[in-house]
């Protein structure tokens, strides 16, 4: 279920709206013409929750989306 890999997103240190913001912009970098949209929201949250984030390096004010490289 999608809620179960949202969640799992989630625990990797990533607040609600980063996790919004990285599927945004992982699903435009990754959806393919032709392809159910709901299959490529799923694949970057299944990604989003299996990666970790190093949170080494990390300032106050500093989010897990400032580690990922720009696509």
């Known amino acids: 279920?999608?809620?179960?890999?949202?969640?799992r997103a989630?625990?990797?240190?990533?607040n609600r709206?980063?996790?919004c913001q990285l599927v945004s912009k992982g699903v435009k970098a990754t959806h393919k013409t032709g392809s159910?949209?709901?299959?490529?929201?799923?694949?970057?949250?299944?990604?989003?929750?299996?990666?970790?984030?190093?949170s080494e390096g990390l300032?106050?004010?500093?989010?897990?989306?400032s580690l990922r490289p720009a696509a």
């Open 36 to 54: 159910r949209f709901e299959d490529s929201i799923n694949d970057v949250l299944q990604y989003l929750g299996t990666h970790d984030v190093p």
């Open 17 to 19: 709206f980063e996790v």
């Open 10 to 14: 989630l625990a990797q240190g990533m």
């Open 59 to 65: 300032h106050p004010g500093q989010g897990a989306a």
């Open 1 to 7: 279920m999608r809620s179960e890999k949202i969640h």
